[in-house]
């Protein structure tokens, strides 16, 4: 870690409900302080064996990866087919696959501000790409109406910065 950051906003009120009358049990503790807290973390993490996946993403190019052996193809990539135990290799796809299921999150998950921000309801799905073998799950931007099994989708790229690198991408309906 190399910073970190602790601010705080301290507010004092006293909080009493309409019914408290002069018999109020609670009296000495009407006094509330409230404390907001923001902390911020930065730190350095490897995307190691994986990188090539959002270096290439950057590029707008969807990789995998491929076993030589048993040929079965990861996506998201895995460097070590987990079939076989043979290392894998690099392999480009068009982009293009098909929803096998998905969810309607009408809360965004917490976790960074690429999600954060997005309006809800989020389409979680889980894609199967053209060419690979194993599911990808990721957002589908698309009218949660209009999603369905079956539906085709297309790997569209982020057009603004990104906090973490998967929201380089995200899927879309494919306009046949
Ligand atoms: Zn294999």
């Known amino acids: 870690m190399d ?3 602790v601010t705080s906003l301290i507010e004092r ?6 019914w408290a009358g002069a018999n109020d049990p609670w009296a000495a503790f009407r006094q509330v302080e409230v404390i907001t807290l ?18 290439e993403l950057e590029n707008r190019r969807f990789f995998g990866t491929q076993c030589p052996t048993c040929h ?18 690099w392999q480009e796809l068009p982009g293009t696959g098909t929803v096998q299921t998905f969810s309607v999150m009408h809360f965004p998950a917490l976790v960074n501000d690429d999600v954060r921000d997005m309006k809800t309801p989020i389409i979680l799905a889980y894609v199967l790409p053209d060419g690979g073998s194993t599911l990808f799950p990721h957002v589908l931007k698309a009218p949660p109406d209009s999603v369905h099994i079956g539906m085709r989708v297309r790997v569209a790229y982020a057009e603004s910065p990104v906090q973490h690198p998967i929201h380089l991408m995200y899927f879309v309906p494919l306009e046949e």
């Open 13 to 18: 009120k006293t909080v009493l409900p309409k």
């Open 38 to 55: 923001e902390l911020t973390q930065s730190y350095k993490h490897s995307l190691g064996k994986y990188s090539r996946f959002f270096i």
């Open 3 to 5: 910073t970190r950051n």
């Open 72 to 89: 079965r193809v990861y996506t998201p990539p895995r460097p070590l087919c987990p079939n076989c135990l043979t290392i894998t290799a």
